[in-house]
């Protein structure tokens, strides 16, 4: 018969099984709050991070730093054209520039660099500035080696934020299913409930105080979800213990069993 998470009976059998648990798929299934919630964010933040890595990402930095240290040496070149690129940076056109210097040792070296606004016409003549152990490694004075400036870099803050939710949804799936299976059993009265200054998604989130009853210790816990909350609150009121599945190990990792009912 399949688990009914609506059942007493049931339910109680589920949490009097010896760890590890078999989770019944009625519960697999079912995700925790915040791995819910930040699933599809997180994956919005590292998708418009890839795409706008690609465009902006300043990825010549490491041969510009590369030229700045040097030794470096200067010499006269020729632009040999001129173009406007697909890329704007604060509604100002992206040119490229294809160019064409001699090194020290009058071997011809060709590069291209890049410059918000339109800075040389084909043919100008402009100053060099090259590595003196690898003339490959050049850019005009004024230009850049890449399509992006170095505030390009910022993009990099995209993936990093969605990389960062995506870690903390998986976490809290994987405690969510640790739980289900290694948990204790116990229950404990909630002490305080307390808003915080953060909100997820648009709704606040709280900090649940909660007292176990078997041994007295304290846990903390936040969280947006308004079940969760709502069910803190209504034991808080009543002044009555809930019921909980918690990991002694991590306290502020626990669940509350009744909470399952459809």
Not at 64 to 88: C, H, I, M, Y
Not at 127 to 153: E, F, H, T, W
């Amino acid at each position: 018969m399949a688990f009914d998470p609506n059942s007493p009976h049931d339910l109680n059998a589920f949490l009097a099984m010896p760890t590890p648990r078999r989770i019944p798929p009625t519960l697999k299934l079912r995700k925790d709050p915040a791995a819910k919630t930040l699933w599809i964010p997180s994956l919005m933040f590292i998708a418009m991070g890839a795409l706008l890595s690609w465009v902006f990402l300043p990825l010549h930095l490491p041969k510009q730093w590369k030229l700045d240290r040097g030794p470096a040496l200067e010499a006269t070149g020729q632009v040999l054209n001129e173009k406007p690129t697909k890329l704007s940076i604060n509604k100002t056109k992206v040119y490229q520039y294809h160019y064409r210097f001699s090194g020290e040792n009058g071997a011809v070296h060709e590069g291209e660099a890049f410059t918000t606004g339109s800075r040389w016409n084909e043919g100008a003549k402009i100053d060099i500035r090259y590595l003196q152990n690898d003339p490959s490694v050049s850019v005009p004075v004024g230009a850049r080696m890449g399509k992006g400036d170095k505030m390009g870099a910022l993009v990099l803050l995209f993936p990093v934020l969605g990389s960062l939710l995506l870690t903390y949804a998986v976490r809290a799936h994987f405690g969510r299913k640790g739980l289900l299976q290694n948990g204790r059993v116990g229950t404990a009265k909630i002490a305080a409930i307390q808003p915080t200054l953060t909100r997820v998604n648009n709704q606040q989130q709280y900090k649940l105080t909660l007292t176990r009853d078997d041994d007295g210790g304290t846990a903390v816990h936040r969280t947006h979800d308004p079940a969760e909350i709502a069910y803190a609150e209504e034991k808080l009121r009543e002044g009555l213990p809930a019921p909980i599945l918690y990991d002694p190990r991590k306290p502020k990792r626990w669940l509350f069993p009744e909470l399952w009912k459809a």
